[in-house]
């Protein structure tokens, strides 16, 4: 499992004095490119390939309020990739300074190219550097079936 540890500023805080939805999000987006670069994705990598990372969904949950003052610890690991490295899933739990888990997120995304702007598979170089990455027992070899688990809109808002 993979852990980053970051301080709550001033600017993580909402109205209600906790942390805001959107620090979740930018915490868990610098826990993921933290992840990929010690991993050997670093932006010269991913720049040469000209490819990047795209989200596909981030579903949150919150379990109890979080508030400036102590550290909040990320962590990551890796719940599913495809075979060709295109498609991956990362689960995030959010730790409070006791180890208390305050929150939950699965998140999907893919790679990108940056000259088509479509979907593509990672070469087998940058491929292989997954091998290494420790998998949770619940890890899936992901499919394109598994990216349209949510990819129609509810039919009342259509």
């Not at 987006?29 to 050997?40: C, D, N, V």
């Not at 981030?58 to 309020?65: G, R, S, V």
């Not at 508030?67 to 890796?78: D, H, N, Q, T």
């Not at 990739?81 to 689960?91: A, H, I, T, V, Y």
């Amino acid at each position: 499992m993979y852990i980053k540890e970051f301080e709550i500023r001033w600017s993580d805080v909402d109205a209600n004095r906790h942390l805001a939805n959107s620090a979740y999000i930018n915490f868990m987006a610098h826990t993921r490119m933290s992840f990929l670069w010690e991993l050997g994705l670093d932006q010269k990598i991913l720049h040469n390939n000209q490819i990047g990372p795209v989200v596909f969904y981030e579903h949150m949950y919150y379990f109890k309020e979080v508030f400036p003052g102590r550290p909040i610890r990320v962590s990551l690991e890796v719940a599913g990739l495809s075979k060709d490295g295109m498609f991956f899933e990362f689960r995030h739990n959010f730790y409070d300074s006791k180890g208390k888990n305050v929150a939950y997120c699965e998140m999907m995304g893919a790679w990108m190219s940056l000259s088509t702007r479509k979907l593509i598979s990672l070469p087998d170089a940058l491929l292989s550097l997954w091998d290494k990455i420790e998998k949770p027992d619940y890890f899936k070899v992901l499919t394109k079936e598994d990216t349209r688990k949510y990819a129609k809109m509810p039919a009342d808002l259509a």
